[in-house]
């Protein structure tokens, strides 16, 4: 259309043109929105679906805050749609809940790492299993809405929010109330009322459990009415309102009663005296209480245990000390039939608190010691068990100690030993020990057969205790030196490897005392010396400033202590060596108490050295100053009995000897100048006492003195009296285990004047050369001459000093060796013929000289057993067969004698064992005679028989090598 043309248009046309015109706008202008709306929704439609993909996302990831987010965008994308569409229905939001549980359950598997945070998260989850329950609500759908209100109330309650859990109960109740289930109205009520009381909101407890009550009672639930009406009486009684739960709980015991449900009765008969009990009614408490336990006796021993208990509490309480008693020992009795072994033990407690109320200690004692006994055999109880035995303990003491004072030995000695039992429950091993050794005393003061196994008790004790000292002195107090001395040994070892050298030092010199006891000489020796380098080894270390001095560990104790074991060992000029270096390290010290200790030991020391020397004025002087000493050494103090009663003894032995010392009388003590003899042979020393004075002296006694390798056989037997101008010949015998030459002055005279004044004399100094003796296994062509002059001299030594027996050894010794050489010369022949006469000859002198008279004692007829088998021996190797049987057969009528008179069996069985041996060479000889008549079977009979009596012998052993 041209411009002209439309010039000529008219005005309608013109109109209609612009109405069509405006259509087609309005219509572009409609698409536009339809198309953005369903962009928009689109949209949204897409981020409500990639809020959910993300939330899944972050819940598989367990990325649980991350994946709530999510959720709440979604939802809330959810809920805008939900609002601003209308196709969308209530159903369309009813679609949310899995959604919002899905929010309940995150929050709670959230990882939380502070209460605070966790009470935070679980309240917003049970604030959602809330809202879930009003939407199943909304719906009418109970069950759903009662199921996510109890997982609320459970949720809840795991933060402590107990109202609030309780809200939750009260919100189900309406709910069953709406269906008519007013069973599970009432059970929603007391799970209602028993969170409030959790909450302390007593009083909406107590409402609520009235109610139960109430409504249990119209539905006819008797036994659900009395617990609820029991529980409202127990929250009065927690709220002071004690006349009302009293009332309370008589209506639950009236329902009990009337149903038959007595454990129930006595649970509300238990109220009521927890009601009386807080009132201080006690009287009415425990007889309620008694009831309570009467009641459950037969269904609940646990109800009839705990009743029994607080009723005798109750009387406790009240000072009725006896009913208490019952009642603690009815409720222990039941609890141990219960195995119960707690309730028991609180019991016993009591029971001991009671019994200690009326001043009966020792039921009281038996009571800790029973908890202490109970406890120990619960598991994790260990501080019960110390507390029950640590009471019993100090009674079980102090009983003893009360009973010791009044006298009451018998009743002591028990207490002691059930106190000690009880220290050692509580691992106080010394105490116990202590105690046992106590109680271990006095049995023996009294003389019962009981010490050794209470004084073995305390040494178990001592030994857990590692106190080996104790455990040692124990042994002594039984006499088992042996064991002591092994003991003290022990724990010088420990202190050695500790490096302790001065502690080591001390036990190993206690050891040897022990030893000395049972004259175990070599150990004793050993052991002294190895105190001794011990104490030197401290010294040194102490000089060398490696270790420093303490109170008790210093160089001045062990100084005194080496002097103590040099006296021991009988080497006094040591000893004084040494006590004078303690005295003066006492003295720079000003050590009054040792000083004084030091000078006494010292003193006597001295004055035994200078006695020696004969110089008895001196010595006598001496031996006064050690007593003075001795005596301001207990007066000064600090000293436990044991050392007090070693320094009386110590008095004692100066006084005996002053005793027996006084001016040198008119008396010559004259021994064997010079004697030779064999290792562990019988070596009889000859002593002449003459009597030259002018007056008789009287209870004469001999006082040996030699040294500690030589063994006193037989001592001479002391004299009544000794006139004037009389002379009295007897002998020592002696065997000696160590070759060398002792010079010696080996006896002092002890005697008395007619006035009755002591004296004392010593002997002449003698000689004795010892050596080992030849045997004849020994014997050979290159060194008999050698052997022949040692019995040589032997024999002619011996008789000299009168010794025939043992110069007839040494004669036979000559002939034994002469018969190896015989075969070779005629002349050995002779020598050896002459040797075995001479042999028999100063046996038989031996024999003559013992007085016909007089009573022979087990030794020396076993001694002549001996002679008379040496007589014998000498025959057969002269071939004189007929006399060498005679001799054998009195050789055994001897030791026939002997056996009959020795008691101790193992002395029996050697002396048995000798007369076999002359048996087997009685069959040798009656075989040899056999031979010379030519009966040969016989005599192989003979000769069997002696082979098999002397293998047997020899298979019994106890010979030595000759």
């Known amino acids: 259309m041209d411009a002209g043309k439309v010039e000529e248009m008219s005005g309608a046309e013109k109109k209609k043109e612009e109405g069509k015109g405006k259509g087609t706008n309005q219509l572009i202008e409609q698409l536009k929105k339809s198309i953005l709306k369903w962009w928009m929704e689109t949209r949204e439609n897409k981020e409500v679906n990639a809020w959910l993909k993300s939330a899944k996302k972050y819940e598989k990831s367990k990325n649980y805050r991350k994946a709530l987010e999510a959720y709440f965008n979604f939802i809330e994308a959810k809920l805008k749609i939900i609002a601003s569409r209308p196709g969308y229905t209530l159903q369309s939001y009813y679609a949310l809940i899995p959604y919002y549980i899905k929010i309940a359950e995150l929050y709670q598997s959230i990882k939380h790492f502070t209460p605070e945070e966790k009470a935070r998260d679980y309240r917003k989850s049970a604030e959602y299993y809330c809202k879930v329950a009003d939407m199943y609500l909304e719906q009418k759908d109970y069950d759903n809405s009662n199921k996510y209100l109890e997982l609320a109330s459970i949720t809840y309650e795991d933060v402590g929010a107990y109202d609030k859990a309780a809200e939750c109960h009260l919100k189900i109740a309406d709910n069953y109330m709406k269906l008519n289930n007013y069973l599970l109205v009432v059970s929603s009520y007391q799970k209602a009322a028993g969170y409030y009381e959790k909450a302390g909101r007593y009083k909406d407890a107590y409402d609520l459990y009235i109610k139960s009550a109430e409504m249990n009672s119209d539905l006819g639930d008797d036994i659900a009415a009395s617990s609820c009406y029991r529980k409202a009486g127990e929250l009065l009684r927690s709220l002071g309102e004690h006349e009302k739960a009293v009332e309370l709980y008589f209506k639950s015991s009236e329902v009990d009663s009337r149903i038959g449900r007595y454990h129930d009765v006595a649970k509300a008969y238990i109220g009521i005296a927890k009601d009386y009990e807080e009132t201080n009614k006690l009287d009415e408490a425990a007889h309620y209480y008694i009831l309570a336990g009467d009641s459950s006796m037969y269904y609940d021993e646990i109800t009839a245990i705990s009743s029994y208990y607080n009723a005798a509490k109750c009387y406790q309480k009240l000072s009725n000390y006896k009913d208490a008693i019952y009642y603690y020992n009815k409720s222990a009795n039941l609890s141990l039939k219960a195995k119960r072994p707690i309730d028991t033990a609180k019991s016993y407690w009591k029971l001991a608190e009671c019994y200690r109320a009326l001043d009966d200690l020792e039921k009281s004692a038996e009571f800790y010691y029973k908890y202490g006994k109970c406890t120990e055999e619960i598991n994790d109880s260990e501080g019960l068990a110390v507390k029950g035995y640590r009471k019993a303990a100090e009674l079980y003491k102090r009983i003893a100690d009360d009973e010791f004072e009044n006298k009451n030995l018998d009743r002591a000695i028990k207490y002691y030993k059930l106190a000690a039992e009880s220290f050692d429950k509580l691992d106080d091993f010394i105490t116990s020990g202590d105690l046992y050794f106590r109680a271990g005393s006095l049995e023996e003061e009294k003389g019962y057969g009981t010490t050794l196994d209470t004084i073995t008790n305390a040494i178990q004790e001592y030994k857990k205790a590692k106190r080996l000292d104790r455990a040692a002195e124990c042994y002594i107090a039984i006499n088992d030196y042996e064991s002591a001395a092994e ?16 502690r080591a030092a001390h036990y190993h010199k206690l050891a040897g005392d022990s030893y000395k006891k049972i004259n175990r000489k070599e150990q004793m020796r050993n052991l002294y010396n190895k105190s001794i380098q011990e104490y030197l080894k401290y010294i040194e270390l102490i000089e060398r400033k490696e270790i420093i001095e303490t109170e008790e560990a210093n160089v001045g104790n062990a100084l005194f202590g080496i002097a103590e074991a040099y006296r021991e060992l009988d080497k006094l000029i040591d000893a004084e060596k040494y006590f004078e270096k303690a005295l003066t390290y006492y003295k720079e010290k000003n050590d009054h108490a040792n000083i004084a200790l030091s000078e006494a030991f010292l003193a006597k020391v001295s004055g035994k050295l200078i006695i020696k020397q004969g110089n008895y004025k001196k010595g006598s002087k001496l031996l006064q100053r050690a007593v003075e000493y001795f005596r301001k050494s207990i007066e000064i103090g600090n000293l436990d009995k044991k050392y007090i009663k070693f320094l009386e003894k110590n008095i004692k032995e100066c006084e005996d000897i002053l005793s027996e010392i006084g001016r040198k009388p008119e008396v010559s003590l004259t021994l064997d100048r010079y004697a030779y003899t064999f ?27 030699f040294p500690e390798n030589f063994s006193i056989i037989n001592s001479p037997s002391g004299l009544n009296e000794l006139e004037t101008g009389k002379t009295v010949k007897t002998s020592i015998e002696i065997k000696v285990d160590k070759p060398g030459e002792y010079k010696l002055i080996p006896m002092e005279l002890l005697y008395e004047d007619e006035k009755g004044e002591k004296y004392v004399k010593s002997s002449n100094p003698i000689t004795i050369e010892v050596i080992e003796e030849p045997h004849l296994g020994s014997i050979k062509l290159d060194n008999i001459q050698d052997i022949i002059s040692t019995y040589k001299k032997y024999a002619i030594t011996n008789l000299n000093n009168n010794n025939y027996m043992q110069a007839g050894d040494g004669f036979k010794g000559i002939g034994d060796c002469y018969k190896k050489l015989s075969p070779q010369d005629k002349k050995n022949e002779i020598e050896m013929k002459n040797s075995y006469a001479r042999a028999i000859q100063l046996y038989l002198k031996f024999i003559n000289s013992i007085p016909e008279d007089k009573e022979l004692s087990a030794d020396r007829l076993d001694l002549l057993g001996e002679v008379y088998r040496r007589i014998a021996q000498c025959h057969e190797n002269l071939n004189d067969l007929k006399n060498s049987e005679r001799y054998l ?8 004698m002997a056996s009959d008179k020795v008691i101790r069996i193992e002395d029996k069985t050697r002396i048995e064992q000798k007369i076999k041996i002359n048996d087997a060479m009685a069959s040798k000889i009656r075989a040899k005679l056999l031979i010379n008549e030519n009966n040969y079977e016989d005599a192989t009979k003979l000769l069997e028989k002696s082979v098999s ?3 047997d012998s020899m298979e019994r052993g106890g010979w030595d090598k000759e």
């Open 679 to 705: 290792t562990n042979r019988l070596l009889p020393i000859n002593i002449t006492i003459a009597n030259r004075g002018e007056q008789r002296i009287c209870k004469i006694n001999f006082l040996p003195q």
């Open 889 to 896: 057969e009195d050789s055994n009528n001897y030791f026939k």
């Open 487 to 502: 003991t003290y040994s022990e724990y010088a070892d420990f202190f050695l490897s500790k490096n302790n050298l001065f």
């Open 949 to 951: 009596i002397l293998k």
